[in-house]
């Protein structure tokens, strides 16, 4: 397979190590180099799987980014460190994808406006915003496209042991980057954004509600038609992706119940948010790597 | 029992908790009106903001009649000695919550957190203290943990730069045994200057004899409401937890016959329903369920045809804890489909 696109990632924790696990298997993306700050049980692990590693940071990869025609890089770092990740490997013509809160690159929620940013051809950076706006963006998109939204908000509940220390040390980044989401790539004209962290034992599957308040009365033929056909893309990439009962119409209010289930690639099938994140990133590499095998991309 | 001296400071939360019970309804007028009078009777602290805390205006736990900045704005030039506190939820509200109460003139933020899960607080925490504000951590759902677990989450709490550390028991689940245990803990371990408080539900009628308890173990500051105004079966009803500190000659600045003309004539005539023990709070706090899903409860009940004490029950297996309204519709919807 000459077209796969050869590919880094940076960050060697559960996110990264789940990453490359779905890299590996992947028809478009090569994962080529892992990337950590130090000799760790991710660095170990990303090398019994026959990866190039780098144990001192992205200035590790950087030298070699042009000789081993890395062309894509993953971010599952964190949002401090990000922007002079991206710098870097911008610099040697690589493109970064995000999966940190930084969002200095536009928005991507595949199913919903992946296509998009594709037309409008090479980007350095795209941000995957946050596990809950990956899970919950599609389904307010899926409203909006039908009729217009004045407000969207949208419940994430995870389990305890999902969430990282970096996401618990700013948690407002989560909710504020979820909200500027739903209303920039849901469609929404405001967003609102909660998450519910539950130490359940045994730990909860990713649960997510979201509510759309529609200008007009809804048309709820259409709009149960909109999310059906939605959740179906989604499935496509996180197959574990489940709307619970039917979405509910209340006055102008509807509103949709979802499991998100992981694959159970490295981290365990509960953490669906985390999940979605990587089969997210590695969705949208895959596209650009279509993309650009077709020609569509210079 | 003596209590001689000992000074306990009470803090009002029918303007919070007590938004609840009100569909978060309370008029700026209403909220004036009310802590005029709490602070007429001498009332050190009163709670104000939506039922979920800064920024829980939402379809999710409902539009209050105004929002959090209207209210404070309102309220705090109006008081003479009392002060104001606004609740955070992480998660919920966030930093730029916490700044515009601050800019409003809130004395004290109470940043909470479901009790195992303090470190979502270090930033809200963090930036209270620094801001020189009166700051609390809060361990909501707190008998879901044991004592020892509690106190770990308290230190961190303390850590992150809280002066004041809360048990509390949203689902009013805690007997006083559990009550002393906890509090024993935290006060021989956490800080000699960081101070105690206890937050009761009175779903199994026990907030004022946790709140007791609480003091007796080194509680300090104790929540209650006016004629118990609050989530679930209310909070501990502070007219009678002050009558009680009065009796066993504890000091708490507060005239209990002022505080029993607010709870008679203002709390009670504005209530929807009156807040009791009925057949759904009870259950709250037989089976340990966070107390403001009462409602929500009911409303799905009857929306779908099913008991709302077996939805409430159904939210008690399912682990659910604080903030997981959303999931009372679907549980409710499953409940009918089985039927």
New interface residues.
Partial sequence: MSNKLRAAIIGPGNIGTDLLMKAMRSDWIEPVWMVGIEESEGIKRARDFGMKVSTSGVDGLVPYIEEDKIQIVFDATSAYVHEENSRKVNEKGAMMIDLTPAAIGPYCIPPVNLETLLGEGRKENVNMVTCGGQATIPMVAAVSRVQDVE?G?I?A?VA?KSVG?GT?????E???TTAGAIEKIGGADKG?A???????EPP?IM?D?V?C?TKEAPDQEKITESIHAMVKEVQKYVPGYTL??DP?FDGN?V?T?LEVEGLGDFLPKYSGNLDIMTAAALRTAEMYAEAMANGQLA | MDLKGKKVILHDMCLRDGMHPKRHQISIDEMIDISTALDEAGVPLIEVTHGDGLGGASVNYGFPAARDEEYLDAVVPKLKNAKVSALLLPGIGTVDHLKMAADCGVSTIRVATHCTEADVSEQHIGLASQMGLDTVGFLMMAHMISAEELLEQALLMESYGANCIYCTDSAGYMMPSDVTERITLLRSKLKPETEIGFHGHHNLAMGVANSLAAVEAGAIRIDGSAAGLGAGAGNTPLEVFAAVLDRAGADTGVDIFKLMNVAEEKIVPLMDELVRVDRDSLTLGYAGVYSSFLLFAKRAGAKYGVPSQDILLEMARRKAIGGQEDLIEDVAMNMAKEK
């Avoid at chain 1, 618990?168 to 407002?172: A, G, T």
């Avoid at chain 1, 909660?194 to 359940?200: G, W």
């Fill in positions: 407000y908000e419940v509940t305890s220390p618990r040390k700013n948690i407002d989560f909710t504020r609102k909660i998450i519910i962290v539950n130490p359940a909860l649960r509600t509510h308040i619970l009962n509910v209010r509103t119940f």
